[in-house]
């Protein structure tokens, strides 16, 4: 059986909560493809919750057997993490 492909998922420059459905829908769909890498580079504001919304999409995810996987995290999204205390709960899908 193949391996699926995975799934890239570009977040725009303000997550914020007018954002949110727009990518939880994007998220949902490529979660029900396979496994999902988030590029997080552009980000120059991100809300609270879109935060746990990732950690919700992981969660997903995992539950499924997927990968997912947060890449290149601007600055803003680390600093929001760790500010917020969730580095813990990030750091199995932070990467470079």
Do not use: H, W, Y
Request: charged letters at 25%; hydrophobic letters at 55%.
């Amino acid at each position: 059986m193949a391996k699926a492909q995975v799934q890239s998922v570009a977040l725009p420059r303000i997550v914020d909560l007018d954002a949110l459905d727009d990518i939880r829908d994007t998220l949902l769909g490529a979660l029900n493809a396979g496994p999902v890498e988030v590029d997080a580079r552009d980000v120059e504001r991100v809300s609270t919750n879109a935060l746990f919304m990732l950690l919700s999409a992981a969660e997903t995810a995992r539950i499924a057997r997927f990968d997912f996987a947060i890449s290149r995290a601007s600055t803003v999204v680390t600093a929001a993490i760790d500010r917020l205390g969730l580095a813990p709960a990030f750091a199995q899908i932070l990467k470079d």
